[in-house]
């Protein structure tokens, strides 16, 4: 089947007039003209024979070249197209392969065993409400320890003992407040200083001001 939809005009070459096609990007309306052979060659109809070639050439040249014009595109929107269509391509490829299990199994609940060793570990850890768990002790600690579930140590202490706060964090907190109260103390007794400061020097340059007019009487 011949192409067409080219529009067929005249170039000069070598101060020569060449029978010429010319293509239009139906896109972005970018324009390319090439020579068009208007040889007679053997075989099937000599314009259909010449349209062929001529869409061979613009191809060449890296047009996509359709059989009507607004569906022509240049290089580089054909560039384009060619670029979404295999970011397409790998997004709908990583769909197909992503595995949906269809009898996933629902998380273990633990068993009455399993409840009673993790309360009795955390009743030998856990001092009190106030101060969470002994020294360094917390929920993964618990958790790796006895080899169980995370979630089953927190569900456990929360319902029963109370925060994930333990000595360390505790006493971590306590020590960073009582910084910070002393940083505080300190600021303030500063800020005293320098009013204090700002007034003497306020009252010395009015004496100065006294002495210098007492002078000059």
């Not at 970011?87 to 399993?114: F, G, L």
């Not at 958790?143 to 994930?164: C, I, Y």
Request: aromatic share 6%.
């Amino acid at each position: 089947m011949p192409y067409s939809a080219f529009e067929m005009c005249t170039i000069e070459v070598d101060h020569k007039h060449k029978r010429a096609a010319r293509i239009k990007c139906g896109h972005c309306s970018e324009e390319e003209t090439v020579a068009v052979n208007t040889m007679q060659r053997s075989g099937g109809d000599d314009e259909e024979v010449i349209e062929r070639m001529v869409g061979q050439k613009f191809e060449k040249h890296g047009w996509k070249v359709a059989k009507v014009a607004v569906q022509h595109r240049c290089p580089r929107c054909f560039t384009a197209i060619k670029a979404t269509n295999a970011r397409k391509h790998k997004e709908d490829h990583k769909m197909d392969n992503k595995v949906v299990p269809i009898n996933a199994e629902a998380p273990r609940t633990m068993t009455r065993d399993e409840r009673r060793i993790i309360f009795e570990k955390l009743n030998d850890v856990y001092v009190s409400e106030k101060v969470g768990y002994m020294e360094d002790w917390n929920d993964e600690k618990v958790a790796k320890d006895l080899g169980v579930a995370r979630a089953w140590v927190s569900g456990l202490r929360e319902e029963m003992f109370g925060p994930d706060i333990n000595e360390q964090s505790t006493r971590v907190i306590a020590e960073a407040r009582e910084v910070m109260g002393e940083i505080k103390a300190v600021a303030d007794k500063t800020v005293s200083v320098v009013q204090s400061l700002q007034l003497l020097v306020a009252k010395a340059s009015q004496i100065e001001q006294n002495l210098k007019k007492m002078i000059g009487n």
